[in-house]
């Protein structure tokens, strides 16, 4: 990120919002907060934007310099063009969904995105859970295309910014649900707490960043139903070891390679997270299969059944 992001002046409403949840859950969730957990998120969002100082200029020198071959010119006054702006908005959001989509489908891109899921408790500390290693996992070049388009790196980047502040407030469980029409069009706290679950009928579902109907478009849309959640990952870190927390992933990838024979090395980095070529271990479309074969596709909670009261949070809060 280079200098005058707009997310540095978001930062004080993310404290302040922050502090208002923690006093909400003080009082009607204690468990959706834990010290060291909030601590350990501080720290990645820290460190994911220090790191981002250090890529930052990298990146929107390469961006520069690929600009110069692209398709449409919105001329010398590119930032005059009012309707570019919502329009490069929309196109960046459903190059986001892509660029989601594949980090948590192909290992290499899931290690670092890993580090925005290892939480295990779902507050708006969770969103500042952002990864450190963003950069060497070659996740700008999801942002390419637009480039390629014509849109100034300058204002992809200051939409991009937008659309990450947008995803800030709904990582919560203060919000039940948002009016109908706005979780038809938009990305929601109901939705987005689908996507951090680790029960198997909400495994790799709901991508958006701040429209969702990219993911109704494409076929991975997951209502949100009346199912206790748990959140995290499928193998939690068990951990708040921050180097771990960081680089587990990674390192794991490290290992597998190192052992795999020859011929499937290269699989352990691009195929989905979990696969392996002895079938040791789950990917999230094993474990999801194996849900519905024993519940079978109708069962899938609250995807077509009526949501039976307007808070599902309150539903899930008795005590098992
Ligand atoms: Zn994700
Ligand atoms: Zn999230």
Sequence with gaps: MPDYSPIDFAVPFFVALVLIEMIWAWRRRPQAYEPRDTLTSLAFGLGSSAAGLLTGAAVLALSLWLYQFRLFDFGAEWWMVWWAWPLCFVLDDLGYYWFHRCAHRVRWFWASHVNHHSSQHYNLSTALRQSWTGFFALSFIFRIPLTLLGFHPAMILFVGAFNLIYQFWIHTEAIGRMPRWFEAVMNTPSHHRVHHATNPIYLDRNYAGTFIVWDRLFGTFQQEGTERIRYGIVRQLGTFNLFWAVFHEWIGIAQDVWR????????YIWRPPG?????????????RARWLERHGETATDGAEKPVPNDNPIAGREKPA
Aim: net charge neutral; glycine share 4%; proline share 5%.
């Design 260 to 267: 795999a024979p020859w011929r499937h090395k290269l699989s």
């Design 275 to 287: 696969w392996t070529h002895d079938g040791s271990r789950d990917t999230s479309d094993m474990i």
